[in-house]
């Protein structure tokens, strides 16, 4: 393999994503681009239109997308069931990416592969719906936290969610997506769908959780940003603000102006425009997420780059104190440890420490534009 191979095979692989033409590629190391596109969770994409374009593609790169596709299959086929009872449980349920997302922004369920199931309940109806995985044998890898519990199955994984993420981190509205929620079918088998602004708002708060690692949770925020309706622009940028995700959706609009600039309308391009100084910070914060300061998909302590996020001092300095919250993870290695469980607040920044160093642990409570 050449010591440049990223660089045509990366460049190819952008020219599908933009649905560029692309004639008929050469010097392609095709390992190289299976390996970018399956990363990124591009592979169906880059294979439809690669073939799209009459491109001569070896067998190996064709056999791995239709393993691609056929699994992204699959997990609709277990979704189908998990719906199904839940249904019979009188359970309202949003699904959260996975094949439903991929067949409202991208228009099939094998355009955007998923390996596991993200399923959202009310946190009144959390309990039964637990119970409801258990008796279809489904298996708890580990105790409920902040925000969700895990079930296994068959080398399954589900994610069982009474939050979108941890409160800790960004103060999402969910009590008005629910209510705003609207009902919708998946296979004939009833679901509720959150509407394009939370849907919207939801991805961009994920794919900044996740550091935007992965170029597939850009073209999420750029298709669902694409998706928004004229008369919805300013009702997102107006949500946004209201919940404190200014900045976030400021950062999601940039990174997918960044990587996928043809895909945004341009009444809200424009949107952005009269705000010079918030995408002055956003612009800011997606340059030190491309050079892996913060928030990678390989590092899960994205505390750096919620606080670049946060514009006003006061939520900052609320944000750096929440970070020293005792999780139950804190709580159960005091039990572990016997030690009481009213030194867990005393004990977790020690625990920080030992875990992450002083000198992270600094840049994580106090990064440089923070």
């Known amino acids: 393999m050449r010591n440049d191979a990223a660089i045509p095979e990366a460049e190819l692989l952008i020219k599908c994503l933009r649905g560029s033409a692309i004639g008929s590629p050469s010097d392609i190391d095709w390992r190289a681009l299976l390996s970018l596109a399956d990363n990124h969770g591009l592979l169906p994409i880059v294979y439809r239109w690669l073939l799209a374009n009459g491109a001569d593609l070896p067998d190996f790169f064709s056999i791995a997308a239709q393993h691609c596709l056929s699994s992204t299959e699959t997990l609709a086929a277990i979704l189908e069931k998990l719906l199904a009872g839940f249904a019979q449980n009188a359970i309202e349920v949003i699904p959260l990416k ?13 355009m955007r592969p998923c390996t596991d199931l993200d399923l959202l309940v009310r946190v009144s109806d959390f309990g039964r719906a637990e119970k409801v995985l258990q008796d279809a044998g489904w298996v708890p890898s580990s105790p409920a ?30 009590n008005g997506a629910w209510s705003r929620a609207k009902d919708g079918t998946f296979r004939g088998l009833p679901i509720k769908v959150m509407s394009e602004t939370d849907l919207t708002l939801y991805l961009l708060l994920h794919g ?36 404190g995700l200014e900045q976030v959706f400021y ?7 960044e990587v996928l600039p043809q895909h945004l309308p341009a009444n809200l391009v424009g949107a952005l425009a009269e705000s010079p100084q918030a995408m002055q910070a956003a612009r800011a914060s997606v340059e030190r997420l491309l050079v892996g300061e913060a928030g990678t998909v390989r590092d899960p302590e994205i505390w750096g780059l919620y606080l670049q996020a946060e514009t006003k001092p006061g939520r900052r300095w609320q944000r750096r104190l929440m970070f020293f919250i005792p999780t139950n993870e804190d709580y159960r290695w005091t039990e572990h440890h016997r030690v009481p469980r009213s030194l867990a607040p005393i004990v977790r920044p020690f625990r920080l420490l030992a875990k992450h160093g002083l000198r992270r642990a600094w840049r994580t409570a106090f990064p440089p534009s923070a």
Do not use: N
């Open 208 to 243: 900044l959780k996740h550091g935007y690692g992965k170029l597939i949770w850009v073209l999420d925020a750029a298709y669902a940003l694409k998706a928004v309706r004229d008369c919805g622009v300013r009702e997102l940028i107006d949500r946004a603000r209201s919940q």
């Open 145 to 174: 936290d902040e925000y969700q519990r895990k079930f296994v199955r068959d080398g399954v994984l589900v994610e069982l969610h009474f939050d979108v993420a941890s409160p800790r981190a960004f103060s999402f509205d969910l």
């Open 251 to 257: 950062i999601g609009c940039t990174m997918a102006l």
């Open 98 to 110: 996975g094949p439903v997302l991929a067949e409202t922004l991208y228009g099939s369920v094998d």
